[in-house]
């Protein structure tokens, strides 16, 4: 139990660390360069500067869509587990449309 909640307090101060990095050009960030970012810096990134823009609830999952920058990413969160089970990441190509 100890163990776990220093793991907890080092990963939130690693995760604003990243965020207070990430805060200036978050939302102009590309979706290859948000694909070419590691797992945890892409959960975090997404959770601190991305807008809800949907969500629902399937048994034991939550799908949560984000709009970051001009690209939208699907959180998939077990609730059971208290985790997230995965990440999709959409290019909006209507956005380049003329």
């Given at each position: 139990?100890?163990?776990?909640?220093?793991?907890?307090?080092?990963?939130?101060?690693?995760?604003?660390?990243?965020?207070?990095?990430?805060?200036?050009?978050a939302?102009?960030?590309?979706?290859?360069?948000?694909?070419?970012?590691?797992?945890?810096?892409?959960?975090?990134?997404?959770?601190?500067?991305?807008?809800?823009?949907?969500?629902?609830?399937?048994?034991?999952?939550?799908?949560?869509?984000?709009e970051?920058?001009?690209?939208?990413?699907?959180?998939?969160?077990?609730?059971?587990?208290?985790?997230?089970?995965?990440?999709?990441?959409?290019?909006?190509?209507?956005?380049?449309?003329?």
């Amino acid at each position: 139990m100890y163990k776990k909640i220093i793991i907890n307090k080092i990963w939130q101060r690693n995760c604003l660390l990243i965020t207070k990095v990430l805060k200036t050009s978050a939302m102009n960030i590309s979706y290859y360069d948000f694909k070419n970012m590691p797992n945890q810096d892409q959960f975090s990134l997404v959770m601190n500067e991305g807008r809800i823009m949907n969500e629902r609830t399937v048994n034991t999952l939550k799908y949560i869509l984000y709009e970051v920058s001009h690209f939208t990413v699907e959180m998939i969160y077990n609730i059971q587990k208290d985790k997230i089970e995965g990440i999709n990441v959409f290019q909006n190509k209507g956005a380049y449309a003329i």
